[in-house]
């Protein structure tokens, strides 16, 4: 019996990126929700995800979701989907929004440095 070897190639994804079996994305959401928690959606191999944000996520943690991957090639099941997040942050804001962020930012207790317009942090 006769073997041709196959070769396949696989275009480069905008949205994904592939580490084995294991997929990765990123997933921006706004200063609100990486700080009160919700909900966001984020495009998954097959279908939408529901993604629920938990309340205080960093910009630089990951979000899990077994088995929500590639197949395994020598093995069973499938590799994971992990969710990178981003925090969107805006360029301007509405003089409401201003004002509330100074307000949060004279109660910060463990500011670095300091805040423009900012006398006295906590």
């Not at 995800?49 to 088995?67: E, F, M």
Request: charged share 20%; no cysteine; glycine share 8%.
């Amino acid at each position: 019996m006769d073997h041709f070897p196959y070769v396949i190639q696989v275009q480069r994804s905008s949205t994904f990126r592939r580490d084995g079996a294991d997929i990765h994305s990123d997933l921006y959401i706004s200063i609100a929700q990486a700080v009160l928690g919700g909900t966001a959606r984020a495009q998954g191999l097959h279908e939408t995800l529901n993604i629920t944000i938990p309340a205080g996520i960093q910009a630089d943690q990951r979000i899990r979701l077994a088995s929500k991957g590639i197949p395994k090639v020598n093995s069973y099941g499938y590799g994971d989907h992990y969710i990178h997040i981003k925090v969107k942050i805006p360029k301007r804001l509405s003089s409401r929004q201003s004002s509330l962020m100074a307000a949060y930012a004279e109660e910060e207790t463990d500011v670095e440095g300091t805040v423009n317009g900012i006398v006295n942090t906590a």
